[in-house]
């Protein structure tokens, strides 16, 4: 039980370390919790919050893995392996937009009050 949970952070950590896009996602995700402190967004916002960006960094983690078995199984260029990865990238692509207009949805009527003042 302990182990599974080291091998999972240690997994975590590597993502961090070796993918550009988590860093993104990490900085993103700051960005977004500071915004949701300052405007004080709802309960059930805040559960949509943390479940987009917990979704899209469980995603990014299961792409990483599968470009690296991909990788593991040929070093050549296969379509099959394009096909995989850029089926991968898709996942991550559509949550990263779904996730962009969850962002605007709950985060635009804020601005605009604030702006309106
Ligand atoms: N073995 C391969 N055969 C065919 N196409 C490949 C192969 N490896 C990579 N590709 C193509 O190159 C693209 C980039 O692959 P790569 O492994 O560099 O991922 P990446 O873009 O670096 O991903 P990330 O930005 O998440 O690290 C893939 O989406 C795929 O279209």
């Not at 993502?15 to 860093?23: F, Q, S, Y």
């Not at 949701?36 to 949509?48: A, C, G, H, N, Y």
């Not at 917990?54 to 070093?75: K, M, Y």
């Not at 850029?86 to 949805?105: C, E, H, K, T």
């Amino acid at each position: 039980m302990m182990a599974s949970f080291s091998f999972a952070i240690n997994g975590i950590r590597t993502a961090i370390m070796a993918e550009r896009n988590m860093r993104i996602h990490l900085v993103s995700s700051v960005i977004v919790i500071c915004c949701s402190i300052f405007f004080s967004i709802s309960t059930i916002e805040w559960l949509i919050i943390l479940l987009v960006i917990g979704g899209i960094f469980a995603l990014e983690l299961v792409n990483s893995a599968i470009e690296r078995v991909v990788d593991l199984v040929t070093e050549e260029y296969l379509s099959l392996a394009k096909q995989a990865k850029d089926l991968a990238a898709g996942a991550v692509f559509i949550y990263a937009i779904v996730s962009i207009v969850i962002g605007i949805v709950i985060f635009l009527p804020y601005m605009l009050t604030i702006l309106s003042r």
